[in-house]
């Protein structure tokens, strides 16, 4: 989970800046599956969120910020998705390949994979959950994909992407937060219907949602092993470091920078910081400006 440099850009250089930009996930040492090597199936992961407003939707085409693209993944997947080491990598596609000149992308299904009514995932699916966010729409991932010319069914469990021209980082653009796949058809998001571990239980937007896993093997071995997910939104970043001090919550995200190394010197508090191989943080510099 990442954090904003809180600082002037204009009270550190450049290069102060650039190395404060690094991610941070700030979580208590709650001996559950956050904290071990190997995880362990049980429990309740309570975060303390900012990034989302009472206006949050369900709807992929409204996500903005950390919230709702933290409850969107416990509800749905994507074609591709992103590792630790910042790598494209299958997750509801098992496979693709470019034709030469990287304009035409073939992606191969995984088959097996239910919604959580029952529907098998197919290509059908994947066309639809795309074109969600082309043509005549507000979606925010529609720039990213107006190099796309069509998208045709090969199979039941194949399409074929075809684009302008060239682009060796398709898969990578198909791992964007708002690209979750819904069954075809999907017009109303407020009773999420995806293959991710997590069914909706309850959720009030701006105050508190609650996730629970759904019952069975969930098909990504090593994930979804929690019970259940209950994200508060704690806007403020003081309340938000005192709720995971006294325990109320055992993740947070957005600190201030500034308590950090206070926070690293308590025991029963990690800090886990990662480069920034996911979401990344742009910044406008004054180019004519000479550095400090």
Known sequence: ??????????????????????????????????????????????LGMEGGSASDSLDPRTYADSIPISYSLMFWNQLVEIDAKGNATPELAESWESKPGAAEWIFNIRKGISFGSGKTLDADDVIYSINMHRGETKSPAKGILEPITDIKKLGSHQILISMKTGNADLPYVLSDYHLIIVPAGTTDFNKPDGTGAYTLEEWTPGVRILAKRKPGKYWKPGRGNFDAVELRYIGDTAVRTQALLTGQVDAVNRLNPKTVALLSKNKAIKVTRTQGTGNRYGFVALVDVASR
Do not use: V
């Open 1 to 46: 989970m990442n954090h904003n440099p809180t600082p002037s850009p204009f009270e550190i250089d450049r290069r102060q800046l650039l190395a404060g930009a690094g991610a941070l996930l700030i979580s208590a040492s709650t001996g559950q599956a956050l904290a071990q090597s190997t995880p362990k199936s049980g429990g309740t992961l309570r």
